[in-house]
């Protein structure tokens, strides 16, 4: 079965995007909560229609999740940036 040009486009863009989000997700590491010491974790995932929505959980403020949501937002290439709600 071979693919059509769009979806290997599409596909090829979605690999791309998932490589980004890595990249500002690496950047994240050494990165903590100014006010509480804390770490935020950030993951991304591909969908089917070849979106790649980020997911930002386990954080210890609200305000610094929305903090970590600004740096993938800023860049423009995710289709959803999502704060999950805490557990």
Do not use: T
């Not at 500002?24 to 006010?35: A, F, M, Q």
């Not at 930002?56 to 940036?81: H, N, P």
Request: net charge neutral.
């Amino acid at each position: 079965m071979s693919y059509s040009e769009e979806q290997q486009r599409s596909y090829a863009e979605m690999q791309w995007k998932m490589e980004e989000a890595k990249k500002i997700r690496d950047s994240l590491k050494g990165r903590k909560c100014p006010v509480h010491n804390k770490k935020a974790y950030a993951s991304e995932v591909w969908e089917e229609d070849y979106a790649v929505n980020i997911y930002i959980s386990r954080y210890c403020c609200r305000e610094y999740a929305l903090e970590i949501q600004k740096l993938f937002l800023e860049k423009g290439y995710f289709d959803k940036v999502v704060i999950e709600n805490p557990s």
